[in-house]
């Protein structure tokens, strides 16, 4: 029995972030909806509860509740933006339309150094996201800290442990939200930290056995990063050999890739691996495609065919694997029907046919990369694979402007071959997340040999990011750039010119498409 926090979705965007923060201190989390909380409350090893933030008013009609009683489970209670006005709506506080919206980062004055704020600065910077905001404290509650548009910027009641902040501590912009979510952990909640990677690990093949039950088949779609890898280490340890790893060469590959995948799979598992060789499928289909979305959807559709069909090889193969990270989820469907814009269709998330017919093992569905890569490490993978960086399931495609024939792949795959290679000749890939070219599809003119030419412009792609949400463009040396530009330029006949990337994201995303 594990000590257990349980965090109340009201639909904040950062829901899963407040969990990912409470893993972080080795503390077990369980999300649950407003109607499961009461129930959930009343199970063993509660050590506190969590309210997250939420989109509605907390004094509007229909807007989302709990019992009271919550208050009443003897343990402590952090409530966030919407979390702290519910908590003064459901005691005897008020919450009115705030005069103005506080957005972004606002400067808070700490009031009051309690349990939730020791060792917390006199005046920090957090990140507020409401229009409304609480106009009268409940009974017993005092201010614990302020910001200039809003009195209430904490509130508590030290003897009841109910704590509450109109800012979102888990958000990486609040400087020090990680220390109040520790102190809120660990200090008031009394936490000792009982949850590690390893116990994380059972729990998730625990959850596919139990989701494919004794007989079941998983196809898996393994594409050789990290993500895929690790599901395949899970669904390993949990049915062996009834996994069906299939790995498909789509023509869309990095350099050796293919090479790589096969010898590190049949060395570290001993599930069934099939390699499909589909090259000529792909670039078929992609012929003329010159649209970003479209090209998502023919790939990921084209994926799913091969996995469909390699399914017909095994009984009761009713299960497809994959891959899937939680940024991947929010960027590609609007969560919970909400308002969430579609970024661009990460294909293993937004390209899946209605009557696929199988059932979706995602066990990592609801983590972050870097937590992935943790888990890897704890699964026994090797460090090679596990630190690799993200390559996106639909290959260099996304990276190729314009239409993927044969000739403009090959030619970006050289280029991202030396790309690679001179990053890490220099270790200039250590801690960088991403180093990639890209073809740009602009063409342009040069000479070489006394002769004029009019080819492709490559970018190089260099990013550094901690989640893929938000990423910074890195400047590599020049001995770096001038290597890589002189390389290409000389093995990658039909280029002509290399330039460098410096978007962030956003407002870029870190791919071209
Ligand atoms: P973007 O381009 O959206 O990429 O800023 C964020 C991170 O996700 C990777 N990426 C993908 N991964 N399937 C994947 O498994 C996809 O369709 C996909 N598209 C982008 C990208 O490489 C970066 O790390």
């Not at 293919?258 to 060789?277: G, P």
């Not at 260099?396 to 970006?412: F, S």
């Not at 071959?417 to 040069?446: I, K, P």
Request: aromatic share 6%.
């Amino acid at each position: 029995m594990h000590e257990r926090i349980l965090i109340v979705d009201f639909g904040s965007q950062y829901t899963q972030l407040i969990a990912r923060r409470v893993r972080e201190h080795q503390v077990f989390s369980e999300v649950v909806p407003p109607h499961k909380a009461l129930d959930a409350s009343k199970q063993d090893g509660l050590k506190g509860i969590i309210l997250s933030g939420g989109p509605a008013s907390a004094y509007a009609k229909g807007a989302p509740t709990l019992p009271t009683e919550i208050l009443n489970a003897g343990v402590p209670v952090l409530g966030i933006c919407y979390g702290m006005q519910w908590i003064c709506e459901a005691l005897d506080g008020k919450v009115v339309p705030g005069e103005s919206r506080e957005y972004g980062f606002t400067r808070l004055v700490v009031d009051d150094h309690g349990p939730l704020f020791q060792g917390v600065a006199a005046d920090t910077v957090v990140w507020m996201s409401h229009g409304d905001r609480v106009e009268k404290l409940p009974s017993g509650f005092k201010n614990l800290a302020h910001s200039d548009d809003c009195p209430e910027g904490a509130i508590g009641n030290d003897d009841k442990r109910i704590y509450a902040l109109q800012f979102h501590p888990e958000v990486g912009h609040t400087q020090e939200g990680e220390r109040m979510l520790e102190n809120f952990l660990r200090g008031i909640c009394q936490c000792t930290g009982d949850w590690t990677p390893r116990d994380l690990a059972e729990e998730l093949i625990e959850k596919v056995r139990e989701q494919v039950g004794e007989e079941g088949e998983i196809v898996l779609g393994l594409s050789g990063g990290v993500d895929s890898s690790v599901v395949g280490a899970i669904c390993e340890r949990a049915i062996g050999k009834r996994c069906h790893a299939i790995f498909v060469d789509n023509g869309l590959l990095r350099a050796g890739e293919r090479e790589l995948v096969d010898t590190a799979f049949r060395e570290h598992f001993e599930l069934d691996l099939t390699t499909v060789d589909a090259e000529k499928r792909f670039l078929d289909k992609l012929a003329g495609v010159t649209d970003p979305e479209t090209k998502r959807k023919v790939i990921g559709y084209e994926f799913v065919e091969i996995f469909r069909e390699q399914a017909k090889r095994f009984k009761n193969a009713n299960f497809l694997g994959q891959g899937t990270l939680y940024p991947d989820v929010i960027e590609s469907v609007a969560a919970h029907g909400g308002p969430t814009a579609v970024i661009k269709s990460h294909h293993n998330v937004g390209g899946l046919p209605d009557d696929l017919e199988m059932d979706l093992v995602e066990p990592l569905r609801l983590l972050f990369k870097d937590e992935v890569r943790e888990l890897g490490r704890v699964l026994g993978l090797p460090e090679a694979m596990v630190a690799r960086q993200p390559f996106p399931g639909p290959g260099l495609a996304v990276r190729c402007v314009g239409e993927c024939t044969p000739k403009r792949i090959g030619l970006l795959r050289e280029a991202d071959r030396v790309v690679r290679e001179e990053f890490e000749a220099r270790d200039e890939h250590v801690g960088v997340w991403q180093y990639f070219a890209v073809l740009t599809g602009a063409q342009s003119v040069g000479v070489m040999g006394d002769q004029r030419t009019y080819e492709e412009a490559c970018a190089i792609r260099a990013v550094q990011s901690n989640d893929g949400m938000t990423a910074d463009w890195v400047y590599p040396t020049r001995e770096c750039l001038q290597a890589i530009s002189n390389r290409i330029i000389n093995s990658a006949p039909g280029i002509n010119r290399v330039v460098l990337d410096i978007t962030s994201k956003p407002p870029g995303t870190i791919e071209w498409e």
